[in-house]
């Protein structure tokens, strides 16, 4: 059977998106696979189901390139707060999305020039997780700042942390040379991660402005993360390198993100952009 999907990215973090209100696949890891490849099908990094929610406006669930489930997405949850804002007629400023990471709330920045499509939110991503055991991390201690991490022949400072999903947060000032290729399998199948990780590179560029370089978990290297930025800037404060309550520009290959780490919750803005639709076959 054919089904029609929406291909939206954040910041040129891009998922096939199916709205699954009335219908929904009975092997989304396999589908996700498949149509993730970026020769052989659509391509992205991964893929986005939308469905009815329980006490929200809709559900997401999200799949990796891989085919591997992720708890949250911060850039594909704006998305699916577009797709809801311009093409389910939830048109309202404030809206819910529930995830496996718990329900998140969105708020409608602004719109297109035209007025009629959405195009920045910002999204309460909730409180960050420090203690090792519910990131996971194998570590010891009740958070993980700076810590010795030896990689390959190679030992960083890592500070890790869970925004629905774990991360894995090195500081460095050489972000162009890095082999991210080589660098990011490591760090995400390290034994120190039992679920494996999300490993973020990170040069501080100025007050509050980050650069970085982000390598996901089931998808590798990606040109922007919602969840990577957020750790980022976070593991920044928590380094003394960025202020709390303040807004912290977080500069991505696909763009840039804004993040505001209050110590109770993080705040995510950036846009949401449908680049096309088309049809597939199931």
Same mark, same amino acid.
Request: contains cysteine; hydrophobic residues 40%; aromatic residues 8%.
């Given at each position: 059977m054919e089904?029609k ?6 910041a040129?973090n891009?998922y096939?998106?199916?709205?699954c209100f009335?219908?929904?696949? #009975?092997r989304?890891? !396999?589908?996700a ?6 020769h052989r099908s659509v391509?992205?990094d991964?893929?986005?189901?939308i469905l ?7 559900k997401?669930?999200?799949?990796n %390139? ?6 949250m ?8 707060? #577009?797709y809801?804002?311009?093409?389910k ?13 718990? $329900? #998140? #709330? ?6 297109s020039?035209d007025?009629?499509c959405?195009h920045l939110?910002?999204v309460?991503?909730?409180k960050p997780?420090?203690?090792p055991a519910?990131i ?5 201690g009740?958070?993980? !700042?700076?810590?010795p991490? $030896?990689?390959?022949e190679?030992t ?8 629905g999903?774990?991360?894995c947060v !090195?500081?460095?000032e050489?972000?162009?040379g ?7 399998p ?14 973020e590179?990170?040069?501080?560029a100025g007050?509050n ?12 290297e990606t040109? %922007?993360?919602g969840?990577g ?7 920044a ?9 303040a807004e912290?520009v ?5 763009g840039?993100?804004r993040v505001?780490? $209050?110590?109770?919750?993080?705040y995510l803005?950036?846009?949401?952009e449908?680049?096309? $639709?088309?049809t597939v076959?199931?």
């Amino acid at each position: 059977m054919e089904k029609k999907f929406y291909k939206f990215h954040g910041a040129g973090n891009d998922y096939i998106f199916f709205d699954c209100f009335d219908w929904a696949p #009975k092997r989304p890891a !396999v589908l996700a696979r498949k149509l993730s490849d970026r020769h052989r099908s659509v391509g992205g990094d991964g893929m986005v189901l939308i469905l009815p929610g329980k006490t929200a406006d809709a559900k997401m669930r999200m799949f990796n %390139a891989d085919g591997s489930e992720g708890k949250m997405c911060g850039n594909a949850i704006r998305c699916v707060a #577009k797709y809801l804002y311009d093409h389910k007629g939830v048109r309202k400023r404030d809206l819910t999305i529930e995830t496996a990471a718990g $329900t #998140k #709330k969105l708020h409608l920045v602004s719109r297109s020039w035209d007025k009629e499509c959405a195009h920045l939110f910002t999204v309460d991503m909730g409180k960050p997780k420090f203690d090792p055991a519910r990131i996971p991390a194998l570590f010891g201690g009740d958070k993980v !700042v700076g810590h010795p991490l $030896t990689v390959g022949e190679e030992t960083y400072r890592v500070t890790c942390l869970s925004m629905g999903n774990p991360h894995c947060v !090195v500081f460095t000032e050489d972000l162009a040379g890095l082999d991210l290729a080589k660098l990011g399998p490591a760090f995400e199948n390290h034994p120190a991660f039992p679920d494996r990780v999300n490993a973020e590179f990170v040069r501080v560029a100025g007050e509050n402005q980050l650069e970085m370089r982000v390598w996901e978990r089931g998808s590798g290297e990606t040109l %922007a993360c919602g969840t990577g930025a957020c750790a980022a800037a976070v593991a920044a404060v928590m380094n003394g390198l960025c202020a709390k309550n303040a807004e912290i520009v977080v500069r991505l290959k696909g763009g840039k993100l804004r993040v505001v780490y $209050t110590g109770k919750t993080v705040y995510l803005t950036g846009p949401a952009e449908l680049a096309f $639709t088309g049809t597939v076959e199931i």
